[in-house]
């Protein structure tokens, strides 16, 4: 029994130091690469579709739908690691992410979900030209929504 | 000696009336508006163009909460911070009581209802440029917009800039109507050129300002510092900015750059409005843009 507690409060104590560590060692010049190479993925793919909408590119559905996929799963994916605090553009150079960010984490999340419902629609209707174009205003949308509140202008 | 001050009182006396005449506010009579019908259709289109909307609803408003237009956005200045007010359909807070002609003279002599100038903050120093028909359209869509009972926040400008009559100087220097851009131009560069600079009044922000806040026109378009401090707006003419026609209908589409960045700050709420235009009138703009005078970027600093 003592035994038993004794090693759950070392346990503990590991787990709380570790916690600790992984704090003070918050590598904020990698999370904000990882942000901007993030960023660097979702505008290539949507250039692929963006291109065809333009009547730049010829319009091919299987292109199309493999780029509006991976937008869908770069929306998907869970990014909270790359925004760690102390990297706004008030703490660091380098980044034109706003402190009010992370001051309004809900309306932050709610945007999150907005583009994913738009990369969603995208998805669902890039096999044809017109569903592209259709579409990449939604997109656009929902990034500029997030870029207007919480993107440092040039 | 008694010469002398007798003209000294003279030429004051003459100093004030010159004064007197050129900072009174000067509205338009009634005629001006005779006979024109209001287009709700248009007056949507009015709307969105000239992105009332972007400036008077409220801070952070999304969604349909955009068409509240209840006002209270700050605009930050060297002359002090403007504060939007509330232009919704409320008769006593908004404008609901206003006539079509009150519009007018709101937006083209830049003078209230009671006979007050506004401040170039509203940027009537464009929509002076705005058709009678596009105003009385404009005056009947607003009035189908919601009410708000918000009130408005004084604006915090400091001496001598809070005395509204020098304004009147302010005008008789740098309102006039005239098109910036003249040139032979083809109808859909016109229309471009009438959503520009009348509605869209898109050189507010992207023409630098003199000393006294007049547009620099001679540099039309050629990119100005943000006058609330941090970050600037770029230069649009084919100076700087190589896009393709295409890529600007893109542009204010969906927001998107040829790299597929996406507009952000002030500029992601006028993308908002331009998406709500026809196809053929964001393509005019884009002519427009496309002919526009050539201002080489000024080389960067250092």
């Given at each position: 029994m003592r035994i038993a507690s004794i090693t759950l409060l070392g346990a503990a104590i590991a787990v709380a130091g570790s916690v600790v560590l992984a704090a003070s060692h918050v590598n904020v010049e990698g999370a904000i690469k990882a942000r901007k190479a993030h960023m660097q993925l979702n505008a290539y793919n949507l250039g692929i579709l963006g291109n065809m909408a333009k009547?730049?590119?010829?319009?091919?559905?299987?292109?199309?739908?493999?780029?509006?996929?991976?937008?869908?799963a770069l929306?998907?994916?869970?990014?909270?690691?790359?925004?760690?605090?102390?990297?706004?553009?008030?703490?660091?150079?380098?980044?034109?992410?706003?402190?009010?960010?992370?001051?309004?984490?809900?309306?932050?999340?709610?945007?999150?979900?907005?583009?994913?419902?738009?990369?969603?629609?995208?998805?669902?209707?890039?096999?044809?030209?017109?569903?592209?174009?259709?579409?990449?205003g939604g997109i656009g949308g929902a990034c500029g929504a997030c870029h207007q509140s919480y993107r440092q202008t040039d | 000696m008694r010469r002398f001050l007798l003209f000294l009182v003279v030429l004051i006396v003459i100093g004030a009336a010159v004064f007197w005449w050129i900072t009174k506010p000067v509205t338009a009579s009634a005629e001006v508006l005779e006979g024109i019908e209001p287009d709700l259709a248009q007056g949507e289109l009015v709307f969105y163009a000239g992105g009332c909307a972007s400036c008077h609803a409220a801070v952070d408003a999304s969604g349909e909460d955009k068409l509240v237009l209840?006002?209270?956005?700050?605009?930050?200045?060297?002359?002090?911070?403007?504060?939007?007010?509330?232009?919704?359909?409320?008769?006593?807070?908004?404008?609901g009581d206003w006539s079509a002609l009150d519009?007018?003279?709101?937006?083209?002599?830049?003078?209230?209802?009671?006979?007050?100038?506004?401040?170039?903050?509203?940027?009537?120093?464009?929509?002076?440029?705005?058709?009678?028909?596009?105003?009385?359209?404009?005056?009947?869509?607003?009035?189908?917009?919601?009410?708000?009972?918000?009130?408005?926040t004084p604006h915090d400008v400091g001496f001598p800039f809070n005395i509204r009559?020098?304004?009147?100087?302010?005008?008789?220097?740098?309102?006039?109507?005239?098109?910036?851009?003249?040139?032979?131009?083809?109808?859909?560069?016109?229309?471009?050129?009438?959503?520009?600079?009348?509605?869209?009044?898109?050189?507010?922000?992207?023409?630098?300002?003199?000393?006294?806040?007049?547009?620099?026109?001679?540099k039309w378009l050629s990119g100005a510092p943000n006058p609330a401090g941090r970050g600037s707006f770029p230069n649009i003419t084919p100076g700087a900015l190589d896009w393709s026609e295409a890529d600007l209908i893109e542009y204010f589409t969906s927001g998107f750059t040829p790299d597929f960045d996406s507009a952000g700050g002030h500029m992601a709420l006028v993308v908002q409005n331009l998406a709500e235009l026809p196809e053929e009138d964001r393509a005019a703009i884009a002519a427009y843009l496309k002919m526009v005078p050539v201002v080489e970027p000024e080389p960067a600093d250092g």
């Open positions: 009547g730049d590119v010829d319009f091919d559905a299987d292109a199309a739908q493999r780029a509006a996929d991976n937008l869908a929306a998907a994916m869970d990014t909270t690691a790359y925004w760690p605090p102390g990297s706004s553009n008030a703490d660091v150079e380098d980044t034109r992410a706003l402190p009010a960010m992370w001051d309004n984490i809900p309306d932050v999340l709610e945007k999150v979900a907005a583009l994913q419902a738009a990369t969603e629609a995208m998805a669902g209707a890039a096999g044809t030209l017109e569903g592209v174009q259709a579409n990449m | 209840s006002g209270g956005q700050g605009f930050a200045s060297p002359f002090g911070t403007f504060y939007a007010p509330n232009i919704s359909s409320d008769p006593d807070a908004g404008i519009l007018y003279n709101a937006m083209h002599n830049g003078v209230s209802p009671e006979g007050s100038h506004y401040y170039p903050a509203f940027p009537y120093a464009s929509y002076i440029r705005a058709t009678p028909e596009d105003i009385v359209s404009l005056h009947a869509f607003l009035q189908t917009l919601p009410a708000s009972d918000a009130a408005n009559r020098s304004l009147g100087g302010w005008k008789w220097l740098f309102l006039n109507d005239d098109w910036v851009v003249n040139a032979d131009l083809d109808p859909v560069q016109t229309r471009g050129r009438y959503l520009a600079e009348a509605l869209g009044h898109c050189g507010e922000c992207h023409t630098p300002r003199n000393a006294l806040g007049g547009l620099e026109t001679t």
